[in-house]
């Protein structure tokens, strides 16, 4: 099959699944105070990332009128002046972001329940469009299952950056691959969710509990993301994270 196939293909599956769930739980979807997940999970990267897209509102939510990714979050490596690589980089070349090919770790002890690993990088557009590497919006992924029906869904890996295979035991923060830019990727940057079931069409995603995070706004973030971030939502962490904020393992594990 070929990329623009299966990315209708995709598309079609995916516009399938939200109106099945949304006939199925019809507005009455998870929420931050009764649908969050039921385990805690680790930070899925080691050192200081920021939170570049997702919110547990529909304020700063990833993508709110997708029920699969609704409590999604993007992570970036952002340096003190809000730049995501070094000014004297070439913006349009993967490997020149600070994230870039940085270990991806299991946020929870589970089992590997797919991969996929057949995408290049996306072509970074400097208009800030977005061009798909590969014929999955994932891009190359590793979906672990963490039992009671959740799993985390770690997405836009590196060419040739997944590191394991599906039917492997895994353990909180063991390497499963590498930050890399594929699938439908507008620049380098982890995509990271739990929903419940395995399913990435039709499986709900649930508001993530963090646990073991230190957080702090991140400096100058505003030069690399001018929308604002209500006030209000850094008081949903612990253990929410949100748009806005650098985030590391406490006590800098």
């Not at 089992?111 to 400097?126: D, F, H, K, R, Y």
């Not at 353990?171 to 380098?188: A, E, I, L, T, W």
């Amino acid at each position: 099959m070929g990329k623009k196939a299966a990315l209708f293909l995709q598309s079609a599956k995916q516009v399938g699944g939200l109106m099945a769930m949304a006939v199925r739980y019809n507005g009455k979807e998870p929420d931050k105070r009764k649908g969050a997940s039921q385990a805690e999970y680790a930070l899925p990267f080691e050192g200081a990332w920021t939170v570049f897209n997702g919110g547990v509102d529909k304020e700063t939510s990833h993508s709110w009128g997708v029920l699969t990714q609704r409590y999604a979050y993007d992570f970036v490596v952002l340096d003190d002046e809000g730049r995501n690589c070094p000014p004297d980089a070439d913006p349009a070349d993967p490997a020149s972001y600070y994230c870039y090919g940085l270990p991806v770790l299991a946020p929870a002890d589970g089992v590997v329940a797919e991969v996929g690993t057949s995408c290049p990088n996306a072509q970074i557009m400097l208009d800030e469009t977005v061009h798909f590497g590969g014929g999955d919006i994932r891009g190359n992924y590793v979906l672990i299952d963490h039992g009671n029906d959740e799993f985390s869904c770690l997405c836009h890996l590196k060419p040739g950056g997944v590191l394991v295979e599906a039917g492997r035991h895994v353990k909180r923060g063991q390497r499963v691959g590498f930050c890399g830019s594929s699938g439908c990727s507008s620049h380098p940057h982890l995509h990271f969710h739990i929903q419940k079931g395995q399913s990435f069409y039709t499986s709900l995603g649930v508001p993530v509990r963090f646990a073991g995070v230190a957080a702090a706004p991140a400096p100058n973030y505003a030069a690399a993301d001018p929308r604002s971030v209500p006030p209000e939502a850094y008081d949903d962490f612990p253990p929410f994270l949100t748009r806005g904020l650098r985030v590391e393992p406490a006590g800098g594990e």
